[in-house]
């Protein structure tokens, strides 16, 4: 019902910024909550944000004052802005999308590589 395409991954030095894109398709008038996880090499998935239809947000301990979460007037674009990047933050981040029948959707994933 509902389709998410990743994109904005790459290669960044230490201290850089980079700012990743989640298209949504289908269903988007379902949703009511979407999101950013990572996997690093050898960790479990995190949460890294959400944020909901009404615009509120949520950030791991990890990420805030680092990363901003936002979305399209439209609802159908979010974007994780990451800035200040550090090699922990190395890792598969996949776009998240949750219905208000508690269905959730994912997106293939990104790499996002920061280097020392």
Known sequence: ?????????????????????CAASGSIFSINVMGWYRQAPGQQREMVALISSGGSTNYADSVKGRFSISRNDAK??????????????TAVYSCTAKDYDWNYYWGQGTQVTVSS
């Open 1 to 21: 019902q509902v389709h998410l395409v990743e994109s904005g991954g790459g290669l960044v030095q230490a201290g850089g910024s980079l700012r990743l894109s």
């Open 76 to 89: 159908d674009t979010m974007y994780l802005q990451m800035n200040s990047l550090k090699p922990e933050d």
